[in-house]
């Protein structure tokens, strides 16, 4: 074991703020990282505050690591001292079941050991993110960050990046398919550089017109102000996809008639209830599907940061001072950030 730093929360209500603690000595299998960067995600603010219920305290966030290997196990093989690497959203799964067998760890049927707040499968311990100094993980969960990759701009590709990837990918976006995104946030503006990358026309909803020329910025080849009944009726039957990375709850209703027949809408932003109640007939008439879809496995997440470099796609970053994560988190919940914060974590030893 040796001493940490970060900042983590003590409860639903208080701010973060610095802690030291207990991180363990490398396992056979683990890779001990110093953190460089750690991108701020919205998931951070839910779970901070136990938005989901199921927040475990002392909470420290961050899961779009990334850092340079200081040591390592004695069985690791892909990673050596030296390496920069990244760190999503998992650090361990069972490694046996069918989703991990097919690398969907994200999916593992006895459920992943996330990041952050939940327990070490060898030790019990509450896992503690990325918002510090150094982490410890098991080397199948730590991925090599392309060289051509700016290392800062990098780091949100780990969640933002791979949970937008995914679900266009696993969906088989391709050239002349009309995508549309919904919010564009940290997750948004990713997914408008993603379906652009796949060739797709794209389209994002946003409740902010003065977005609009920033998403033209970003790839959008339209923008629909969604506060705006008119433009969304117009919008009638269009789309072949909705990637919709809102945060809270919101009237799906609208959104479903702008797909056409066949159409899939694609939830990664919301896990509570759907309220206002969706109509099944939108589903139903047209043959529509609504889907949802977790971050993405350890070899597509190796892949996203891969296609990133190859396609010159980067995060828009701003770079945070961690003692300004509190304000930076309510900057983010006023939509004021474009498009993500990132921690430099020279800030934490000052
Ligand atoms: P951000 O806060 O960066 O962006 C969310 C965007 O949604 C905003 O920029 C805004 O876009 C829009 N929005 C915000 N509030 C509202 C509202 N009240 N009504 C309508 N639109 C709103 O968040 P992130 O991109 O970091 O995360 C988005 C969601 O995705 C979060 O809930 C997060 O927990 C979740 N998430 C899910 C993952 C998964 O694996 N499924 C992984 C990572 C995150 P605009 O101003 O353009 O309308
Ligand atoms: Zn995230």
């Excluded at 006895?110 to 510090?132: F, I, K, L, Q, W």
């Excluded at 290392?151 to 976006?173: D, M, Q």
Aim: proline letters at 5%.
């Amino acid at each position: 074991m040796y001493t940490a730093i970060g900042y983590a929360a003590q409860s639903a209500t208080t701010p973060l703020a610095p802690v030291k603690f207990e991180r363990r000595s490398p396992r056979p299998d683990d890779v001990a990282i110093e953190i460089l960067y750690c991108g701020v995600c919205h998931s951070d603010i839910h779970q901070a505050r136990n938005e989901w219920g199921i927040a475990v305290y002392p909470l420290m966030p961050g899961h779009e690591i990334v850092g340079k290997v200081t040591a390592i196990g004695a069985n690791v093989s892909k990673h050596k001292v030296g390496d920069l690497v990244g760190v999503g959203c998992m650090v361990d799964s069972c490694r046996s079941c069918d989703a991990c067998q097919a690398n969907l760890e994200q999916y593992c049927l006895e459920g992943p050991t996330m990041t952050y707040a939940t327990p070490d499968r060898v030790d019990g311990s509450n896992t503690m993110g990325g918002y510090s100094d150094s982490i410890v993980v098991s080397e199948h969960f730590v991925v090599r960050i392309p060289q051509k990759l700016d290392l800062a701009s990098a780091a949100p590709i780990l969640c933002a990046g791979i949970t937008t990837y995914s679900p266009l990918k696993h969906y088989g976006v391709k050239a002349g398919d009309k995508v549309g995104i919904l919010g564009m946030g940290g997750l948004g503006h990713m997914g408008i550089k993603f379906a652009k990358a796949l060739g797709a026309e794209v389209t994002l909803f946003t409740r902010s017109a003065s977005k609009a020329e920033e998403a033209r910025r970003q790839g959008a080849d339209h923008v629909i102000v969604s506060t705006d009944a008119e433009q969304m009726k117009a919008a009638a039957g269009h789309f072949d996809f909705l990637l919709d990375t809102i945060p809270v709850q919101h009237d799906l209703n609208p959104y479903l008639d702008t797909l056409r027949f066949d159409g899939v809408h694609i939830l990664v932003g919301l896990i509570e209830p759907v309220d206002p109640p969706m109509h099944a007939g939108k589903l139903v008439m047209s043959r529509r599907v609504l889907a949802g879809s977790l971050i993405g496995g350890i070899a597509e997440t190796q892949e996203v940061l891969d296609f990133c470099a190859e396609h010159d796609i980067t995060c828009d970053i701003e770079m945070l001072d961690i003692r300004q994560i509190n304000e930076a988190y309510a900057r983010m919940i006023a939509g004021d950030v474009k498009y993500r914060f990132v921690i430099d974590m020279a800030t934490l030893k000052v």
